[in-house]
């Protein structure tokens, strides 16, 4: 019977975690409590997390006088890569939330709008999302959420900078955020 040695390569010397390990391990648990609250709240409406985020993107374009978006659009809006944008719109289109048409300038690609189905669905969640969001944050005052807004835009900023000098990944591959939906 072998036994592993302890301290071996599986198994690395404790330590304490750095403050940035901290805060990763933080942002990671916030991020799946933040999925666990919204997933019921989206799914009273009969739609997940990220049906929502193509919804409110596809709303938002309208608003702005952009109206329909190529998938690609839509993915580097949601920062999310075109095939798990591609399955949620099938299961958009399948309920009729959403439609696809050809591009007037290139019939190879299809663009993607709401409905009249989808845009009734998004007034309906809209009404009371502004308060559900704020419900999340009540126990913050103005000034805590100025300081983590601000955070969040250095971090982004940061972030943003090193996207940019990535490599794109191979395709075919898929990326954690693409998962579960």
């Given at each position: 019977m072998k036994t592993?040695?302890?301290?071996?390569?599986?198994?690395?010397?404790?330590r304490e975690p750095t403050p940035p390990e901290l805060v990763w391990r933080g942002l990671l648990r916030i991020f799946g409590l933040l999925r666990q609250v919204m997933e019921p709240y989206f799914a009273q409406y009969g739609i997940s997390g990220p049906q929502w985020g193509?919804?409110?993107?596809?709303?938002r374009s309208e608003a702005q006088g952009r109206g329909s978006l190529r998938i690609t659009d839509l993915g580097q809006l949601m920062l999310i890569r075109p095939p798990s944008v591609t399955g949620a719109i099938d299961r958009l289109e399948r309920r009729g939330l959403v439609q696809r048409n050809p591009s007037k300038d290139d019939r190879r690609v299809r663009r993607v709008s709401l409905t009249p189905s989808g845009r009734k669905l998004v007034k309906k969640i809209l009404t009371?999302?502004?308060e559900h969001i704020q419900s999340l944050f009540a126990g913050f005052d103005s000034r805590d959420l100025d300081t983590f807004r601000n955070l969040l835009d250095q971090l982004e900023t940061d972030l943003q900078a090193r996207v940019s000098t990535l490599p794109s990944p191979p395709s075919g591959t898929r990326t954690d955020s693409e998962s579960g939906d």
């Open positions: 592993l040695r302890k301290n071996s390569v599986m198994d690395p010397p404790s193509i919804l409110r993107v596809l709303h009371g999302h502004v």
